[in-house]
């Protein structure tokens, strides 16, 4: 008669959040980097703008959602530092129903940190000129100075 083999389970770890928080730090880090030094064509584009137009910003930011129950790490494409807007680079991916809900459910979850979207698509980047760029991204601005005096009263 054939012994009885017990069969091994094997134990998973539980990581704090704190753990987690400094592997979505640290895995971010690294994620941006490639990020960086593979940027698509628009993405280059943008950056070219945000420069030339003299803005102060960073380029494929890492933010890690730290008040969520499970914490959630997300890249930005560029971050203008001076007023925490966050300006993405959407290609097509971005207009199915599922990449608008994913789109508005980070939105949403960046603000709870301060943070606002602008988005622009692939194509907007690649027609509009420079000068264009500047409207948008200063028309938001305003709206923020507005919207910041209004809570100030």
């Avoid at 730290?66 to 203008?80: A, N, Q, R």
């Avoid at 692939?122 to 264009?132: A, D, G, P, S, V």
């Amino acid at each position: 008669m054939a012994k009885k083999v017990k069969k091994k389970t094997v134990k998973t770890k539980r990581y704090s959040k704190e753990e987690r928080i400094i592997f979505l730090k640290k895995i971010g880090e690294t994620n941006a980097a490639g990020l960086r030094e593979n940027s698509t064509p628009q993405e280059k584009i943008l950056y070219k703008y945000l420069k030339e137009l003299g803005y102060k910003f960073e380029f494929q930011v890492p933010i890690v959602i730290s008040t969520m129950k499970v914490p959630k790490l997300y890249i930005l494409d560029f971050l203008l530092t001076t007023y925490n807007i966050f300006i993405e680079c959407d290609g097509r991916q971005h207009n199915s129903k599922e990449g608008l809900k994913s789109d508005n459910l980070r939105s949403k979850r960046l603000a709870t940190l301060g943070y606002i979207p602008l988005r622009f698509t692939n194509r907007q980047i690649t027609t509009y000129t420079r000068n264009q760029i500047k409207q948008i991204i200063d028309h938001k601005i305003e709206m923020l100075k507005s919207r910041h005096s209004l809570d100030i009263k």
